[in-house]
Protein backbone atom coordinates (compact mmCIF):
# COMPACT_ATOMS: atom_id res chain seq x y z
CA UNK A 1 0.00 0.00 0.00
CA UNK A 2 2.03 3.80 -1.07
CA UNK A 3 1.70 6.42 1.17
CA UNK A 4 -1.26 8.15 -0.31
CA UNK A 5 -3.22 4.91 0.14
CA UNK A 6 -2.46 4.53 3.71
CA UNK A 7 -3.33 8.65 4.68
CA UNK A 8 -6.64 7.93 2.67
CA UNK A 9 -7.50 4.73 4.81
CA UNK A 10 -6.24 6.35 7.95
CA UNK A 11 -8.27 9.55 7.29
CA UNK A 12 -11.45 7.02 6.58
CA UNK A 13 -10.90 5.55 9.54
CA UNK A 14 -10.76 8.75 11.83
CA UNK A 15 -13.96 9.99 9.87
CA UNK A 16 -15.54 6.66 10.83
CA UNK A 17 -14.71 7.09 14.74
CA UNK A 18 -16.14 10.55 14.12
CA UNK A 19 -19.05 9.51 12.79
CA UNK A 20 -19.38 6.61 15.31
CA UNK A 21 -18.56 8.97 18.42
CA UNK A 22 -21.49 11.80 17.15
CA UNK A 23 -23.99 9.39 15.73
CA UNK A 24 -24.77 6.99 19.13
CA UNK A 25 -24.98 9.60 21.68
CA UNK A 26 -27.61 11.26 18.97
CA UNK A 27 -29.31 9.02 17.86
CA UNK A 28 -32.39 9.26 19.75
CA UNK A 29 -32.37 13.02 18.88
CA UNK A 30 -32.24 12.47 15.45
CA UNK A 31 -34.81 9.47 15.53
CA UNK A 32 -37.01 11.92 16.86
CA UNK A 33 -36.14 15.21 14.99
CA UNK A 34 -37.24 12.64 11.67
CA UNK A 35 -40.33 10.89 13.21
CA UNK A 36 -41.94 14.26 14.39
CA UNK A 37 -40.57 16.11 11.01
CA UNK A 38 -42.21 13.52 8.87
CA UNK A 39 -45.43 13.83 11.26
CA UNK A 40 -45.59 17.50 10.70
CA UNK A 41 -44.79 17.18 7.15
CA UNK A 42 -47.96 15.04 6.85
CA UNK A 43 -49.98 16.70 9.24
CA UNK A 44 -52.98 18.06 7.60
CA UNK A 45 -52.97 14.74 5.38
CA UNK A 46 -53.22 12.84 9.23
CA UNK A 47 -55.57 15.44 10.99
CA UNK A 48 -53.37 15.96 13.03
CA UNK A 49 -54.82 19.70 12.80
CA UNK A 50 -58.21 20.57 13.93
CA UNK A 51 -59.91 21.76 10.99
CA UNK A 52 -61.51 25.32 10.99
CA UNK A 53 -64.79 26.13 11.31
CA UNK A 54 -66.50 29.24 9.05
CA UNK A 55 -69.59 30.22 10.29
CA UNK A 56 -71.49 32.74 8.26
CA UNK A 57 -74.57 35.17 10.32
CA UNK A 58 -75.04 38.81 9.72
CA UNK A 59 -75.39 39.77 13.44
CA UNK A 60 -72.77 41.66 15.74
CA UNK A 61 -69.77 40.01 16.72
CA UNK A 62 -68.91 39.83 20.50
CA UNK A 63 -66.06 41.12 21.90
CA UNK A 64 -62.41 39.37 22.53
CA UNK A 65 -62.81 39.97 26.46
CA UNK A 66 -66.42 37.74 25.99
CA UNK A 67 -64.71 35.23 23.89
CA UNK A 68 -61.53 35.11 26.58
CA UNK A 69 -64.47 34.94 29.57
CA UNK A 70 -65.85 32.18 28.19
CA UNK A 71 -62.58 29.96 27.40
CA UNK A 72 -61.60 30.47 30.78
CA UNK A 73 -64.54 29.46 32.13
CA UNK A 74 -64.59 26.40 29.67
CA UNK A 75 -61.07 25.10 31.14
CA UNK A 76 -62.15 25.94 34.85
CA UNK A 77 -65.13 23.74 34.42
CA UNK A 78 -62.51 20.94 33.39
CA UNK A 79 -60.25 22.11 36.01
CA UNK A 80 -57.45 22.66 33.53
CA UNK A 81 -55.45 25.69 33.41
CA UNK A 82 -56.87 28.82 32.18
CA UNK A 83 -53.90 30.78 30.60
CA UNK A 84 -54.26 31.91 27.21
CA UNK A 85 -51.54 31.24 25.24
CA UNK A 86 -53.07 33.15 22.14
CA UNK A 87 -56.55 34.02 20.91
CA UNK A 88 -56.61 34.00 16.60
CA UNK A 89 -59.81 36.26 16.02
CA UNK A 90 -60.81 35.41 12.89
CA UNK A 91 -64.42 38.34 12.31
CA UNK A 92 -64.40 37.50 8.26
CA UNK A 93 -64.78 33.47 9.27
CA UNK A 94 -67.10 34.59 12.76
CA UNK A 95 -64.80 32.01 14.43
CA UNK A 96 -62.04 32.61 17.15
CA UNK A 97 -59.43 29.98 18.23
CA UNK A 98 -58.43 29.94 21.91
CA UNK A 99 -55.00 27.85 22.61
CA UNK A 100 -54.34 27.39 25.96
CA UNK A 101 -50.60 27.98 27.49
CA UNK A 102 -50.12 24.74 29.78
CA UNK A 103 -52.61 22.09 27.90
CA UNK A 104 -53.16 21.64 24.07
CA UNK A 105 -56.68 22.27 23.99
CA UNK A 106 -57.76 24.36 21.19
CA UNK A 107 -61.38 25.89 21.65
CA UNK A 108 -63.49 27.42 18.91
CA UNK A 109 -65.80 29.87 19.67
CA UNK A 110 -68.58 31.57 17.75
CA UNK A 111 -68.10 34.99 17.06
CA UNK A 112 -71.67 35.98 16.88
CA UNK A 113 -73.52 33.91 19.59
CA UNK A 114 -70.34 32.39 21.95
CA UNK A 115 -70.99 29.16 21.62
CA UNK A 116 -68.05 26.49 22.17
CA UNK A 117 -67.75 25.34 18.24
CA UNK A 118 -65.16 22.70 18.45
CA UNK A 119 -62.87 21.39 21.36
CA UNK A 120 -60.25 19.80 19.93
CA UNK A 121 -56.44 18.68 21.11
CA UNK A 122 -53.70 20.33 19.07
CA UNK A 123 -51.34 17.22 18.94
CA UNK A 124 -49.29 18.89 15.79
CA UNK A 125 -48.38 21.44 18.41
CA UNK A 126 -47.34 18.69 20.44
CA UNK A 127 -44.99 17.08 17.87
CA UNK A 128 -43.71 19.87 17.02
CA UNK A 129 -42.51 20.60 20.80
CA UNK A 130 -40.72 17.32 20.68
CA UNK A 131 -39.36 17.81 17.41
CA UNK A 132 -38.07 21.43 18.07
CA UNK A 133 -36.97 20.48 22.07
CA UNK A 134 -39.21 22.64 23.27
CA UNK A 135 -41.17 20.17 25.15
CA UNK A 136 -38.53 20.36 27.51
CA UNK A 137 -38.95 23.81 28.66
CA UNK A 138 -42.80 23.18 28.36
CA UNK A 139 -42.30 19.71 30.77
CA UNK A 140 -40.84 21.94 33.56
CA UNK A 141 -43.13 25.49 32.97
CA UNK A 142 -39.68 27.20 31.93
CA UNK A 143 -40.08 30.55 30.05
CA UNK A 144 -36.40 29.92 28.90
CA UNK A 145 -35.78 28.87 25.40
CA UNK A 146 -31.91 27.92 26.32
CA UNK A 147 -33.33 24.52 26.29
CA UNK A 148 -34.57 24.49 22.62
CA UNK A 149 -31.83 26.66 21.25
CA UNK A 150 -29.07 23.81 23.05
CA UNK A 151 -30.96 20.85 21.74
CA UNK A 152 -31.47 22.52 18.00
CA UNK A 153 -27.78 23.37 18.16
CA UNK A 154 -26.17 20.09 19.06
CA UNK A 155 -29.03 18.29 16.65
CA UNK A 156 -28.22 20.31 13.84
CA UNK A 157 -24.34 20.26 14.44
CA UNK A 158 -24.51 16.31 14.96
CA UNK A 159 -26.64 15.89 11.58
CA UNK A 160 -24.12 18.25 9.80
CA UNK A 161 -20.89 16.38 11.51
CA UNK A 162 -22.83 13.05 10.10
CA UNK A 163 -23.46 14.15 6.87
CA UNK A 164 -20.18 15.24 6.19
CA UNK A 165 -18.32 12.17 7.51
CA UNK A 166 -20.59 9.56 6.22
CA UNK A 167 -19.84 11.22 2.63
CA UNK A 168 -16.11 10.59 3.27
CA UNK A 169 -16.28 6.99 4.47
CA UNK A 170 -18.16 7.07 0.80
CA UNK A 171 -15.86 8.84 -0.55
CA UNK A 172 -12.12 7.28 0.80
CA UNK A 173 -13.04 3.89 -0.55
CA UNK A 174 -13.71 5.15 -4.24
CA UNK A 175 -10.31 7.36 -4.33
CA UNK A 176 -8.31 4.36 -2.55
CA UNK A 177 -9.78 1.49 -4.86
CA UNK A 178 -9.03 4.47 -7.75
CA UNK A 179 -5.29 4.69 -6.44
CA UNK A 180 -4.85 1.31 -6.48
CA UNK A 181 -6.33 0.70 -10.17
CA UNK A 182 -3.40 3.26 -10.75
CA UNK A 183 -0.91 1.49 -9.64
CA UNK A 184 -1.42 -1.64 -11.91
Request: hydrophobic share 40%.
Amino acid sequence: MNKKTRVLAKETRWYRRLHKTVAIPLVVFLFLVGVTGLLLTWKDELKLKPPSQEITQQQNLIGLKSIEDIAINYSDSLNLDNTINRIDYRPSKGIAKVRFEYHFTELQINCYTGDIVSVKQRTADLIEMIHDGSIIDYLFKSDSHYTKLLYSTLTSLGLIILSISGFMMWLRPKQIKALKQQKL
